[in-house]
């Protein structure tokens, strides 16, 4: 009996790790927290790692035509004020995606956009005609996304198996703990963490699978899953998913003015900084907003700041992710649904941005769990006061292409036939000059752009 039950306790343990370490290790939390990212001494010191690119760029000979799927996404409506303010590059992206390259999930990512923002606008158009219906406002609260769920929120299904819905993914941190009893000693279960249903198929896209004596696990992207699937052998006694993603309820907010971006001036911004994010890392957000973007250069206008984020499969966390948009001042929505492969449509937004929508000298990438020194990265650009081609940056100069097939950054000989790359700045942060991020938008418009970045 009691190696019985060491064997149960071992094996629960086992089950929690194993799905704890898949949410922990999402490719989109793979950035540095926090950390330097630019090189005070000297801006065009190259440094010499081996990590690849990060943004990735299509391959212009091979495109695909998506003018049918995207008519909807960029068809006009009529929007109020503060709307626009998050749609400021929508249509100048409709050019870059209109025929498609060969980029990873880049059509599923078109299609899977135009469902996402028919739902959406519907239910804007719905929230419009009942604003005044006390019970419609009421189902909007309802609505909002839940930080934890256990047993109780899960039903049965199939002959022996449940399963519990995550409404608005998963994100880093965010855990699940499975506690189970195999029903002996031959027990065989599996647990699936699936995605949103796609139109026309029967069962969802699994993203993640866990079989106890088979191992067969699929890369996950955790802010796609929509689902806890657990069949098997095994006898359920709890199940736990805890760290979700939910935005602050702007009832209890008694900040909110101070937060709420500062409209854009008309003079010539002293940087703009474009912020990678995902749509339900609403916590990294409210994050930010609190911290580096209280600056005093940011408050008072010299620097801008936005958030460049992707539509997402699930209904709910668009209709949140629309409401702090419209809260906030600071979101661009991309006419996409988020993949990691599809980073280079949201470095070529924030080009467009800061040269196109807003007239920066500099314009600066970073992410969503960065903290950004905006005193030290004015000081420094003044220091070396170079406004003309200037990447500055953490700048690899000796980095080769990835040829294994499954690597997350594998580039094929048709995409980069050279042996190494030119020189390129790391992810968490760096800055070009208003004439790089304008040469980045027109080339790529023009289909001249050469490589991944």
């Known amino acids: 009996m009691k190696k019985w039950s060491g064997g149960v306790l071992i094996a629960s ?50 495109a695909v035509s998506t003018d049918g799927l995207v008519s909807s996404l960029f068809t006009p409506r009529n929007f109020s004020n503060e709307e626009q303010q998050s749609l400021k590059t929508w249509n100048y992206l409709n050019q870059l995606i209109g025929n498609a390259g060969v980029l990873p999930n880049a059509i599923d ?26 019970s419609s406002r009421q189902k909007m609260k309802e609505k909002q996304c839940p930080y934890f769920l256990n047993k109780m929120n899960a039903t049965e299904f199939g002959d022996s198996g449940y399963k519990l819905r995550i409404p608005c993914g998963l994100i880093q941190g965010s855990s699940i703990t499975i506690i189970g009893i195999p029903n002996g000693i031959l027990g065989n279960f599996r647990i699936d963490l699936t995605g949103a249903p796609l139109p026309g198929e029967p069962d969802p896209p699994i ?3 866990f079989n106890v004596r088979l191992h067969g696990d699929k890369s996950l992207e955790p802010w796609l899953v ?12 709890s199940v736990l998913a805890s760290g979700l993603p939910t935005s602050e309820d702007l009832e209890h907010i008694i900040d909110l003015e101070a937060l709420r971006a500062p409209p854009l001036p008309r ?6 900084v474009g912020v990678f994010s995902t749509a339900n890392n609403f916590k990294r957000r409210m994050a930010v907003r609190r911290s580096w973007m209280q600056y005093d250069a940011v408050r008072s206008g010299a620097v801008a700041v936005r958030f460049f984020v992707g539509l997402h499969k699930n209904q709910i966390v668009n209709e949140e992710l629309w ?7 600071d979101t661009q929505l991309m006419p996409f649904v988020d993949y990691y492969s599809l980073i280079t449509w949201k470095t070529l937004a924030i080009c467009i941005f800061g040269t196109e929508v807003a007239s920066a000298k500099y314009v600066m990438k970073t992410d969503d769990d960065a ?14 006061n170079v406004t003309h081609g200037l990447l500055y940056g953490l700048i690899n100069s000796d980095s080769r292409p990835h040829r294994n097939t499954d690597s997350k950054w594998y580039i094929s000989p048709e995409e980069w036939p050279e042996e190494t790359y030119p020189p390129w700045a790391h992810g968490p ?14 080339k790529h418009k023009k289909g001249r752009l050469k490589g991944r970045q």
Not at 267 to 272: A, N, Q, R, T, V
């Open 226 to 237: 929509s689902e806890v699937r657990i069949s098997g052998d095994l006898k359920l006694v």
């Open 109 to 134: 990512a078109i299609k899977e956009a135009k469902i996402a923002w028919d739902s959406l606008m519907a239910s804007v158009e719905e929230e419009r005609l009942s604003s005044t219906n006390e």
């Open 323 to 329: 409401n702090e948009a419209r809260t906030y001042g």
């Open 371 to 384: 903290f950004v020194r905006i005193d030290e990265v004015l000081s420094s650009l003044n220091r070396i």
């Open 267 to 272: 003079k010539s911004l002293d940087l703009f």
């Open 207 to 209: 993203i993640l699978h």
């Open 429 to 442: 942060g760096y800055v070009v000059s208003r004439d790089i991020a304008r040469t980045v938008y027109k």
């Open 13 to 62: 343990l086992f089950m929690l790790l194993v799905l704890r370490y898949g949410v922990m290790k999402g490719p989109m939390g793979d950035s540095s927290l926090s950390s330097p990212f630019f090189n005070s001494t000297n801006p065009l010191e190259w440094i010499n790692t081996g990590l690849p690119p990060e943004v990735q760029n299509p391959v212009a000979a091979h």
